[in-house]
């Protein structure tokens, strides 16, 4: 049974930093074919692909976002990591982590930027 | 970027009816291996996108049968046969050809 659980912070300024941390079971991150991908979601808006990590550390980043964005992974302690610098009143959204395709969602971490 | 762009924004069906989805990709899904690498997903209200159909036409564990999917190297469809209640929600379709994921703005289904 593959489950996924985001965290992070839930609100901060303008201009600062967001980590999130995914922390997941029922799979290994070191495992051959093995992803992770993050994903965020406006309130009452669609779907934005933002980043995706690899069992052999390959790192894929939505282009229109790439130079903000950092993917990692700590394998032995089955968890994903995603940093986005210099947030942005427009960065508030639910953000997801997502295994492989899409076939395991987590249940989200909502993130609020505002002074 | 390859764009993904969906029809209709929003379906009212009645329940036991049929309803289908369309979307449209700018760039062929289709890889060199045979793979069609277009996805489904449903959100229902309040909760995490579930996966319905992967490589356009593969039913993801534990979706019931009434969802189908189908298409070419740049169209495709999702059809649901006998809608029911819990079919309610958004509807996305994505891709993953190149390991850039993008998503359609999504379809809203209601029961009428």
């Known amino acids: 049974q593959v489950t996924l659980k985001e965290s992070g912070p839930g609100i901060l300024q303008p201009s600062q930093a967001l980590s999130l941390t995914c922390t997941f079971s029922g799979f290994s991150l070191s495992t051959y074919g093995m992803r992770v991908s993050w994903i965020r979601q406006p309130s009452g808006k669609g779907l934005e692909w933002l980043a995706t990590?690899?069992?052999?550390?390959?790192?894929y980043y939505n282009p229109s976002l790439k130079s903000r964005l950092t993917v990692s992974k700590d394998t032995s302690n089955n968890q994903a990591f995603l940093k986005i610098t210099s947030m942005d009143s427009a960065d508030t959204a639910t953000y997801y982590c997502a295994w492989r395709r899409g076939d395991y969602w987590g249940q989200g971490v909502m993130v609020t930027v505002s002074s | 970027d390859i764009v993904m762009t969906q029809a209709p924004l929003s379906v009212s069906v009645t329940p036991g009816e049929s309803a289908s989805i369309s979307c449209r990709s700018s760039k062929s899904l289709l890889h060199s291996n045979g793979i069609t690498y277009v996805y489904w997903y449903l959100q229902k209200p309040g909760k995490s996108p579930q996966l319905l159909i992967y490589r356009m036409s593969n039913l993801a564990s534990g979706v019931p049968d009434r969802f189908s999917g189908s298409g070419s190297e740049t169209d495709f469809t999702l059809k649901i046969s006998r809608v029911e209640a819990e079919d309610v929600g958004i509807y996305y379709c994505?891709?993953?050809?190149?390991?850039?994921?993008?998503f359609g703005g999504g379809t809203k289904l209601e029961l009428k």
């Open positions: 990590i690899d069992w052999d550390d390959d790192k």
């Open positions: 994505g891709q993953l050809l190149e390991n850039l994921w993008t």
